[in-house]
């Protein structure tokens, strides 16, 4: 029996079926000071536990995007070891922040199932589950992946395609339980912009670049237990490049729309993401972001904005896509989310 | 309105205003764990818990330079955003040791300006303070910098020159409450020399060098949250280099420093400084240093010393300056501060 | 008086000496979050405090090869500072978890001696034992090593030889206290195999790869207080290389072989070890395992796998040695150890 995991094929999935992923783990003040260190963050509510304190909650949670990437890392093993290609994401929703001394750990479920017409790959998506250790769901997403078969001649599954939410609607999104932006301190947040003084349609240059080092994209996506070879493994590709994991362009540009965006202090919502092109060492990523909606919410002082945030390396701001509608050849990511913010 | 942190320019800065700077933090054992990672830091007091308190202390303080970089970072987006140059440092001191579980901010008082006489830009004197969550003060500087103005005509502010200290007098210290050595032990430490071992004018030259990498000064800037673009973004000088935060230096030199200087445990005052020469990565950063003066303290076995800490990328070591007075090409930093040594 | 630490020439050894090592250190999550920043550690007892309270123990132990770094990174500046190569490891043991929080030191005693024939250097044996804030020994393990002498002209020593056993016995391994696998969660851990699904003389390729930058084995290497030159500064080589420290090649490989062996989770013995040739950052790293014996334990549930585990840079899996009998020039490390699995 061989004993190292060769990760699963398109055959091997079933509808419905649930995937405990391996590996639990326990955070503490490391990963946020790691998560300090690999990206420009500065978020105050993330970065001060006084600040946390000050608007309801018990402490600064970890971030939620660490938060993202640790539960996405468990997946791997099981979901993304043979993909071709990481098609979307959506309905994401973070439900309880994560504190110190938290354990997390990951399940999906098999939500729909498309063989491609060519026979020799399909589509996956699965409903992803990251919990705690009292057993609460900590946050949520729907992923696709484009999987290859492994014997070609395997029946096709009946075809499932999920039904799922282009964009979480407002009343979709949990307000952590005690937020409260009442007594918001926006000289300790680091600009004075709040939830009205952001205009649907408006965008934003947040300017800031940075040059990404190899050393830098590994450490970050070890820290998450993501074990996909083409991150670090530099005879993985014909052209020895290591591919820059998603995630760790999607938290740079979250870190980096800080400026312009100090106020939009936490995820609640993640609508769609497309990896547009492939990040690799020796890029300079810049961002911009647009806002897309705006909404209130049952929660003291909370505003929620619906933001899109766009990472690029090169290229002016604002520019997206092509005539031909297709993503021009330096955008590197297109997120679309939502985050609170004070009213 | 544009969202984004334009910085301030020369003419925006009015003589005693206070600037609150955003983004407090609160560091944990993930700070000081990273802080041993980026650099070769060895003294014992910062290294063990338990030594610490042998030595009087509740536990191992954050470096006293990390608590430094934590305020200083927190200053560069209102201070020197549009800086041209970095002046000179004076009257440092280190008030409070930082503990884990602490929350950092920082403020700064205008103390000092000077407009040029090109009328394009001037010098700006400020007093930045760090404080903890319980308000108390854990360190302070004086730091000026040469700054853009953004209206070339805006009328020039009455010339005011801060009277600053050549040299902190030994009675400027503050001795952290409880610090008693007479009880240190020396083969912990690393090294037998105490306080008496050391004649001013005493030279050593540190022997260890450490080459850099653009990941390490980037993890270590970005962890201080300092966000000056041109340490980050290799499109933003011409030559495609990214500049080494200065306190990256200076946080290397004081660690290869340990190396005939285990003792000199804790950092009390900061005198002055000058990064000399730019220093990049690839760069191989060698030090020595020289005793400039000794005092006795009242504390029970604790003695100071006044060091010049040098650091240089090539070079023989006490080379410093030219005949014309200039530092030589080599050299990245000339340092002078006061440190906590067994007697 | 020379300030500076001119290391232990082979002359300057006793018989029986102990030397106590400098600088102690506490540990915390920032260890363990950086050491899952480093190595693609995912052994899940180390992972998750949840997991190692579900096999009875406290917590999640601080990875048993952290702590032998730790250890031995004290022991370089009176080891190995003078030494021409690091010859051999014996009798390895883990006697105690190291937890957050805890304070390890370390100190060794000179148990053989042997001078060259050429009378210019010998071989120094030492026994180094860690210890926790305690007293308690966490490990122990020889080590032997060639140190230049200072004085050729020196004495030889009467030559000591001592008697080290090849490999550990499954009873001289020490089970931490309390462990017990029988409810070890197989799904949580990563992998279905247990103690008897291996087979002596089985040989397990671990798939994975890791190509190693500069600034991730410094990083490593001094978070351990390593403190050779020889790691850290391009010029100290005549060739402009960095010899990467070789625990930092035992830690990835290591952590590499979780891909077929999850569930050895525990090192508990180091029956010995040779790092082949030598690594250089851009190398990339790939492993193998072979399972050389197999035990049982007193403890409930738990067995020993006997193993060595083989890194390379480049050629096939399985390759150690040629016709010669001396090894390739592709491995970079030979180390035999036992590991603690479930039954």
Chains 1, 2, 3 share one sequence.
Not at 164 to 189: C, S
Request: hydrophobic share 40%; aromatic share 8%.
């Amino acid at each position: 029996m061989a004993k190292t995991n060769p990760g699963r094929f398109f055959e091997e999935y079933r509808m419905g079926e649930v995937i405990d992923h391996a590996v639990p783990r326990t955070v503490s003040g490391g990963e946020r000071a790691l998560y300090h260190a690999l990206y420009p963050a500065r978020h105050a509510l993330y970065s001060s536990d006084d600040f946390a304190r000050s608007v309801g909650l018990p402490g600064a949670p970890l971030d939620d995007l660490a938060a993202f990437h640790l539960v996405f890392g468990k997946t791997v093993p099981d979901v993304s070891l043979n993909a071709v290609a990481n098609l979307g994401y959506a309905e994401g929703r973070w439900l309880k922040p994560v504190y110190q001394g938290d354990t997390l750990r990951a399940s999906s479920e098999v939500i729909g199932l498309k063989q491609n017409s060519n026979g020799k790959s399909g589509v996956v998506w699965v409903r992803t589950r990251g919990t705690n250790q009292r057993g609460e769901t900590v946050l949520e997403y729907c992923r696709w992946v484009m999987v290859r078969k492994k014997d070609h001649d395997a029946p096709a599954p009946e075809t499932v395609l999920p039904e799922l939410k282009e964009v979480l609607a407002p009343e979709d999104l949990v307000i952590p339980e005690g937020l409260d932006f009442t007594n918001y301190d926006f000289t300790l947040a680091g600009e004075p912009h709040r939830w009205g003084d952001y205009a649907i349609g408006e965008r934003i240059d947040h300017v800031d670049g940075v040059t990404i080092e190899e050393a830098e994209h590994m450490l970050a996506t070890r820290l998450w237990q993501n074990t996909a070879k083409v991150h670090f493994d530099a005879t993985h590709r014909e052209d020895g490049k290591r591919l820059i994991y998603g995630g760790h362009v999607i938290s740079l540009a979250r870190a980096l729309s800080f400026n312009g965006l100090a106020n939009a202090q936490m995820i609640a919502g993640l609508n769609g993401g497309a990896h547009a092109n492939p990040c690799f060492a020796g890029d300079t990523v810049k961002v911009w972001s647009e806002v897309l909606d705006c909404a209130e919410t049952p929660a003291p002082g909370v505003g929620a904005l619906r933001l899109r945030l766009v990472a690029a390396k090169g290229g002016a701001p604002f520019a997206l896509k092509g005539e031909d509608g297709r993503y021009l050849p330096e955008v590197l990511l297109d997120l679309d989310y939502w985050a609170l913010i004070p009213r």
